[in-house]
């Protein structure tokens, strides 16, 4: 191994997944909303705000959507010390796929490109017209209900316009599925962060890699159902830890892991 992390015979430079959760964004001011103490866990009510059918059938439950989305702490937040060593990563060279389970948006203000950066469940910084399908900027549609319009419709069609994050009751985008299977079956070393894998489909990511030969490594502060599979469990604090082990990964020391 080169101190640059290639391989001294091949140059290569393992593929990296990162599957990140509501926990690597904790730091940054955001709730984790499914956690056990999370608020679609202890107001059941609040959960219909993000429910498909509610949302659609219900204007109320839609003009209180809105009004949830321009008090809430998702747009001030800022990418922390775990988002931006992420992107330290890639920008060491080696290959890295972000899969993340937030809507956040945060990897990529930190500096992910996009392309590089898989929305399991969508993203809370777009909205999608449920009539014809445009997408526009969740700020613009936020201006519109600060301005007044309790429940803005599409400029386009008079369509319901929705987050164009997936909601309770909304199936996920099949072809975002299918490319995190590939990542998760073709990387060397799959960094779950932040999250309980105790969903679908995170939990079943963790171990197709495990079953494909990946190096799993979980980083969360409670135990997971794939601790036992994993060559490294790590329960510090995310925003310390993360840091620390991405830069092992960057000086390409992960093959000491499975020893340790
Ligand atoms: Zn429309």
Redesign the pocket.
Known sequence: MNTDGTDAVTGHRPLVAILSGAGISTDSGIPDYRGPAGVWRTDPDAEKLVTYSYYMSDPEIRRRSWRMRLEGPALRARPNAAHEAVVRLERSGVPVRVITQNVDGLHQMAGMPDRKVLELHGTARAVV??????RSEMAKALDRVRAGVEDPA??????I?KSATVMFGEALDPMVLAEAVAIAKACEVFVAVGTSLQVQPAASLAEIAAEHGARLVIVNAEPTPYDRLADRVVREPIGRALPALLEELAEGRAEDWAEG
Do not use: F
């Open positions: 017209c449920t009539g014809c399908h445009a599409c400029d386009r069609c008079g369509g316009l």
